[in-house]
């Protein structure tokens, strides 16, 4: 093994140039192709969480498209320690979420976009938050949720892993866009999630599939630029801009077939990644 | 009256007499505080690391709910230390608010920067890594920033994901640094009041000595000096540390050895 080998980061090494594994899709999936899964779709009616930092619903960036949402806050009196309040005209706390929306909604210009608000100030409560947010969409028949968030907390695995399960068997799409900081996080690591870390290529269409897993996806996250709270734009990098490209096409993908179920998506997912190519038997 | 502890007083107090001379005899030789000579080191190799022009380490102050300059490096430099805002301020307030490091170029149309700030301290940075300082148990204690990128317009995914393992690395030797210096004031608060309760025995160099670094005017400055003397302690030669080795496991079973409430007896 050479240097640079052993230095390579561990998310992001399978969507290198030359680190890409060329696939092959053959018999009926090869007869699956990008203009079959999504071409002509705007997401149409497809409710769409953005569980973040919040989502700035009057960004020029979004065109109007956020629907609403809830705030999610930690309180240590409450039952289960969080408490939801309403947020029909949501705002951003820092811009991370906004940044999100924005990607889905240049890709998915119809899906209906909702603000599940789970940062604070209190570190403490991160984790809580953070499901209860997720459990918000589960209950509220979302159908495709951002989540470019995660958590390292081994305590936590349990109970994430129980509610993407649920969502799973609801016929929801959860992505997951894994920690930039190569160690395990959840609910990235799960098969029941659609997990994303960046490429460095600008195509928002092209992704790629990674045969080994768990980081199945490679979607543009390197100097994306993106909006940001208060009516801004920034040029930004991390796996969390990935996720939201990868969100997008679901959203295209569940208004032209909504018959599809959440593994039947992520098989159309595969391909039409960049890296398979169709060969007919 | 027990006999035994009379016999470990007698031992603890010969050996933290023998310690404190030897200290005293080496001289109290003003050296910067572990910690600091610590974030130093990091920054100085954070910024080596990944090719940065400046680097820089925010640390979480939980009772005033702000993130304060420690350390920085480069042209940055120094007068930022000490320097504090809140967390939800800055690019460092967002990767603290998150727990995920960002990188992001063209830094001057970045709201999360501070941009008046920066403009004070005379330093307006083209491109920014920020990484979380996290430990294994998800609490995050602070930011490490590297800002401007020398061969290249910004920071790229490697650079990101080789600062998240280094600022892991960074945080738990950050956290460790500061939980000996609290030991170390907890083990200081033990022996003043052991030295207070002490009113019989007719005393020793023991109790005038730590009389002398605790009778200060202000007396958290006397426990950090008297911190500063631990820290020198492992500075000294094996000898040294040896009898403080076995002074602490003397003081460690002496706190065994008496029964709540804890006294001298007479």
Known sequence: MTEEETLRPAWSQHFTPDAIQELLAHGPFAKITPDWAWGGSTGKGIRVAVVDSGVEYDHPALEGCVQGGVVVEYDAKAKDNYRIKADEKPLDVSGHGTACAGIIHSIAPEAEIYSVRVLGRNMGGRAIQFAAGLDWTIENDMQVVNLSLSTSLEEFFGLFHDLTDQAYFKNMNLISAVNNIPEPSYPSLYSSVISVAAHDGHDPFTYYYNPNPPVEFGAPGIDVEVAWNKGQYLVCTGNSFAAPHITGITALIRAKHPELTPFQIKTVLLACAANTKRQSK | ?266
């Open chain 2, 1 to 266: 009256m027990n006999p035994d502890k009379n016999i470990n007083e007698e031992k603890l107090s010969e050996q933290l007499q023998r310690l404190l001379t030897s200290i005293e005899a080496s001289g109290r030789a003003v050296l910067p505080k572990s910690n600091d000579v610590l974030l130093k080191s990091i920054v100085d190799a954070a910024a080596r690391i990944f090719g940065a022009a400046a680097a820089s380490i925010l640390l979480v102050n939980e009772e005033e709910e702000v993130l304060e300059f420690k350390v920085s490096t480069g042209e940055a430099d120094h007068d930022l230390v000490g320097t504090k805002f809140p967390y939800d301020r800055g690019i460092a307030g967002y990767v603290f608010m998150t727990g995920q490091p960002i990188a992001t170029s063209n830094v001057r149309e970045d709201k999360r920067f501070n941009q008046d700030f920066a403009k004070s301290t005379g330093y307006v940075p083209d491109s920014i890594l920020a990484t979380p300082l996290i430990l294994t148990d998800d609490r995050i204690i602070g930011v490490m920033e590297v800002l401007d990128k020398i061969d290249a317009t910004s920071f790229n995914m490697h650079d990101m994901e080789l600062m998240g393992m280094f600022a892991q690395q960074a945080a738990m030797a950050i956290d460790m640094s500061q939980q000996i210096d609290s030991i170390e004031q907890a083990l200081i608060r033990g022996l003043k009041r052991l030295a207070k309760e002490d009113k019989t025995q007719d005393s020793s160099d023991l109790k005038s000595a730590l009389d002398h670094a605790l009778t200060g005017e202000n007396r958290t400055t006397d426990l950090l000096e008297l911190a500063d003397l631990f820290n020198d302690i492992s500075g000294l030669g094996e000898a040294e540390r040896k009898a403080c080795i076995q002074v602490l496991t003397t003081f460690a079973e002496y706190r065994k050895s008496t029964s709540a409430p804890r006294r001298f007896s007479k």
